[in-house]
């Protein structure tokens, strides 16, 4: 297992099957070796852990016997705005699922609007808006895309404010900022120099989004985890296992906390423009720091979508940060309409159902996601019971100021 374990240097030989099969094995069956990992190498998944036999993680799915309240909220107890979904895809102007198909679900969780965050650019995005926007309209609100394969060309500062400005004009409630920003996108090909989150070229185009009243829901950086070396000691192993390209650990990916200070170098430049800083913050690991980063930046809020599995492991943190920021906290989850890869962001009434859990009652000990395991770290997570007043904010009141719409009619 040892000599398996990636460096940052070997991890380009590095396949995707041999991650899935070191992530298989587990600390337990590691840690046994000899016989008895050969043993458990050839038992199945329905006689791992009989009579003694090693078991490994990935099959290991324990039934939690505690006796505590289950309450099942089948409905928010107020409408909801999820700021933060991808229901149309870029290069593929159809929807995967129709919008009149999302709606059923909408309606049988009190999900009144959906923000579809990856809207497209220029032609796509018109295509999203009509297929969505406009055919149902304050049930989904789309938001536009920088063109990124543009960047390294001149003239492209004014040029990608123009667009912005154009995009608006065509429907869109904001601009949304994929990590492809810090992380993927590179100056001259793919060997070139990452580009900076503050790199200046953007910003016109930050300007451009304040002149408009356009907030920009960003997503910089990813869990804490991604950014650290994949071993026994890491979180989210299995999760990397999965997913072994969400590593962003060694290489010439930037630290965690220089991507963070770049964005918020970004939010200091740019005072009136509205950042949202997605997936709380991007640092729901350390709620101290967001809080931080808040009180220091009046024009960012924050949006929860996919971590109510680090929110509801600090639960009592969680709730004095709910309390203290209540009008800086927007609803979201990252759902997506297909797909089995990411659990915890499959559109449907189980996903929306956890989170109302989540927020609305005290239960404790429940699972984050809709999966047999939960997807992103052997955890689970206890309820932080807000009042309705927040309830209200943290559903649809602060997005409606930020988005400056009124959505939410009935
Ligand atoms: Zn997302």
Redo the contacts with the bound molecule.
């Keep these: 297992m040892r000599e398996k374990q990636p460096s940052s240097g070997g991890r380009s030989t590095w396949t995707r099957r041999g991650w899935l099969s070191a992530a298989g094995t587990s600390v337990v069956g590691a840690a046994i070796g000899g016989a008895d990992a050969r043993a458990h190498e050839q038992a199945t998944p329905q006689q791992a852990g009989e009579k003694g036999l090693p078991l490994r993680l990935t099959v290991f799915q324990p039934k939690s016997m505690l006796h505590v309240k289950e309450t099942s909220v089948q409905r928010a107890r107020f409408p909801v705005i999820d700021f933060?979904s991808?229901v149309s895809w870029r290069s593929a102007q159809r929807p995967r699922v129709p919008p009149s198909d999302l709606i059923k679900t909408m309606d049988a969780v009190n999900l009144h609007t959906m923000v579809n965050?990856?809207g497209g650019s220029g032609e796509e995005f018109v295509a999203t808006v009509k297929s969505f926007d406009r055919a149902f309209p304050r049930r989904f609100v789309s938001m536009t895309e920088p063109t990124w394969t543009r960047a390294s060309e001149p003239g492209y500062p004014t040029w990608q404010a123009d667009e912005i400005a154009k995009a608006k004009t065509a429907g869109a409630v904001g601009v949304k900022i994929l990590k492809t920003l810090g992380l993927y996108l590179r100056d001259g090909g793919p060997t070139g120099k990452l580009v900076r989150v503050d790199d200046q070229r953007f910003d016109p185009m930050w300007d451009a989004c304040g002149r408009l009243g356009l907030p920009v829901a960003m997503?910089v950086g990813d869990p804490e985890a991604f950014f650290t070396t994949i071993d026994r000691f890491n979180e989210r192993y299995e999760e990397l296992g999965a997913h072994p390209d969400w590593s962003f650990y060694g290489k010439d990916f930037p630290a965690f906390k220089e991507i963070l200070a770049a964005r918020d170098r970004v939010f200091a430049r740019h005072p009136k423009t509205t950042f949202v800083a997605?997936h709380v913050g991007h640092w729901a690991e350390n709620l101290a720091a967001v809080g931080e980063m808040l009180d220091k930046f009046p024009n960012v809020h924050v949006e929860i979508?996919?971590r109510i599995g680090e929110l509801g492991r600090q639960p009592r943190t969680s709730s004095r940060f709910f309390n203290k920021y209540q009008d800086r906290v927007l609803f979201g989850t990252?759902a997506i309409p297909l797909g089995i890869e990411t659990p915890q962001q499959v559109f449907g009434e189980d996903l929306y159902r956890i989170y109302y859990r989540f927020l609305e009652t005290e239960d404790e000990y429940f699972d984050y996601a809709p999966a047999p395991v939960p997807p992103q770290g052997r955890w689970r997570i206890y309820g932080v019971g807000l009042t309705d007043q927040i309830l209200r904010k943290v559903y649809h009141q602060n997005a409606e100021r930020v988005l400056g719409l009124k959505l939410i009619t009935a």
Excluded: E, R, V
């Design positions: 933060h991808h965050l990856t997503h997605l979508g996919a990252d």
